[in-house]
T-cell receptor, first 111, second 115 residues
Framework: EAQVTQNPRYLITVTGKKLTVTCSQNMNHEYMSWYRQDPGLGLRQIYY???????DKGDVPEGYKVSRKEKRNFPLILESPSPNQTSLYFCASIRAGVEAFFGQGTRLTVV | GENVEQHPSTLSVQEGDSAVIKCTYSDSASNYFPWYKQELGKRPQLIIDIRSNVGEKKDQRIAVTLNKTAKHFSLHITETQPEDSAVYFC??????????????FGTGTLLAVQP
């Protein structure tokens, strides 16, 4: 079954404690992306990757890092989380020129 | 870069009525315009899309129209049903030769269908 798997689904952490949200896809897509969803602001792109070892900033990259060492995985790293990074995060894997498949979402709370 | 504006932010209709959501984009190089539906607590899922070489596309009760000159596109839902209640996102991107550029989303429309 084609899927995008994110972990964890829910996370509560404290300010400054490094964390990683994992994302894995089994569809061999080259393009992957991270979004954050906040009320009234829609889905804002954080980072995206057009292939292995190729990443680029989206519209809201500050405070985040990503890596793409292999095609299937695209982790999102928050090296020093702050309360303004409390949000719902979605990873997406995009079939070339067509559909974006989203992970289940990660609800992050930074206190 | 690309900017996508979406209106309205909320829309309430009576069951059986039609609903229209409108989006505008800024980058004339964008050529692919998908629409996603996000039910409460779930992930967004593609419901329909349109490419810049087409003016209209229909799939049962939903349709999308595109006006390249004005740089706007719209989602039309006819004979709305309670299960159409969700957040709808429009998006725009550039797809050439099978490669996808940044996929930029609008801010979403919360559609409520009243029974």
């Amino acid at each position: 079954e084609a899927q995008v798997t994110q972990n964890p689904r829910y996370l509560i952490t404290v300010t400054g404690k490094k964390l990683t949200v994992t994302c894995s896809q089994n569809m061999n897509h080259e393009y992957m992306s991270w979004y954050r969803q906040d009320p009234g602001l829609g889905l804002r792109q954080i980072y995206y990757s057009m292939n292995v070892e190729v990443t680029d900033k989206g519209d809201v990259p500050e405070g985040y890092k990503v890596s793409r060492k292999e095609k299937r995985n695209f982790p999102l790293i928050l090296e020093s989380p702050s309360p303004n990074q409390t949000s719902l995060y979605f990873c997406a894997s995009i079939r070339a020129g067509v559909e974006a498949f989203f992970g289940q979402g990660t609800r992050l709370t930074v206190v | 870069g690309e900017n996508v504006e979406q209106h309205p932010s909320t829309l309430s209709v009576q069951e059986g009525d039609s609903a229209v959501i409108k989006c505008t984009y800024s980058d004339s190089a964008s050529n692919y315009f998908p629409w996603y539906k996000q039910e409460l607590g779930k992930r967004p899922q593609l419901i329909i899309d349109i490419r810049s070489n087409v003016g209209e596309k229909k799939d049962q009760r939903i349709a999308v129209t595109l006006n390249k000159t004005a740089k706007h596109f719209s989602l039309h839902i006819t004979e709305t049903q309670p299960e159409d209640s969700a957040v709808y996102f429009c998006a725009a991107s550039q797809n050439y030769g099978g490669a996808t550029n940044k996929l930029i989303f609008g801010t979403g429309t919360l559609l409520a269908v009243q029974p």
